[in-house]
């Protein structure tokens, strides 16, 4: 079975300043995506970014970029230019190419707060 | 686009009450899924369903039931409330035409007392 784990139960960094998330996951497939979600105190859960095993490239998303290293199991989240509305639970997501339910598997999350 | 809707927002329970978590989209998607959120954790999944019709098992599937008479709606039934259920219950969807992304409903807090 498949599982993600995030160490850093809450980070802290300061507004414009950048912050990495770490994000390890345990798989025996070689096909699937990953992502990382953003729930800001409103509990919606929103996607920030995304990133799919088969692509050698990170992937970016404005201030928000990955390193992705596969050969290590590990997925983390660069946030640049940090910004007072980053501040939420982000969570790493882990999804199987070809499993037949689809869903997601979290990690347990990691609080960022942004300091002005 | 209304995307994925939830209602209630929040609710209160006393043991051994029964309710019904209501999840509505509007973007075709066949796979949809209930997860609940601890505190402290990750969402972990309840039920999902690939299609109308067609519904199993999650990872934390005891005291809750569902069904998928159309593929708009995926009510999550609780019987028989627990004070162990006393969580935030979030409902999503996906399809092929949304690029692997999950869309996710606003979430319900649910307080069993």
């Known amino acids: 079975a498949q599982t993600v784990t995030q160490s850093q139960p809450e980070m802290s960094v300061q507004e414009a300043e950048t912050v990495t998330l770490s994000c390890t996951y345990d798989t025996s497939e070689s096909n699937y995506y990953l992502f990382w979600y953003k729930q800001p105190p409103s509990r919606q859960m929103i996607l920030v970014i995304r990133?799919?095993?088969?692509?050698?490239q990170n992937a970016t998303e404005n201030r928000f970029s990955v390193n992705f290293q596969k050969a290590a199991k590990s997925f983390s989240l660069k946030i640049s230019d940090s910004q007072l509305g980053d501040t939420a639970m982000y969570f790493c997501a882990f999804k199987d190419y070809g499993g037949s339910q689809g869903n997601l598997i979290f990690g347990k999350g990691t609080k960022l707060s942004v300091k002005p | 686009n209304a995307g994925v809707t939830q209602t209630p927002k929040f609710r209160i329970l006393k043991i051994g009450q029964s309710m019904t978590l209501q999840c509505t989209q509007d973007m075709n998607h066949n796979y949809m899924y209930w997860y609940r959120q601890d505190p402290g954790m990750g969402l972990k999944l309840i039920y999902y369903?690939?299609?109308?019709?067609?519904?199993d098992k999650g990872e934390v599937p005891n005291g809750y039931n569902v069904s998928r008479s159309t593929t708009e709606d995926f009510p999550l039934r609780l019987e028989l409330a627990a004070p162990s259920q006393t969580s935030v219950y979030f409902c999503a969807s996906w399809g092929e035409n949304s690029y692997n992304e999950q869309f996710f409903g606003p979430g319900t807090r649910l307080t069993v007392l």
């Open positions: 369903s690939v299609g109308a019709g067609i519904t």
């Open positions: 990133q799919e095993a088969y692509k050698q």
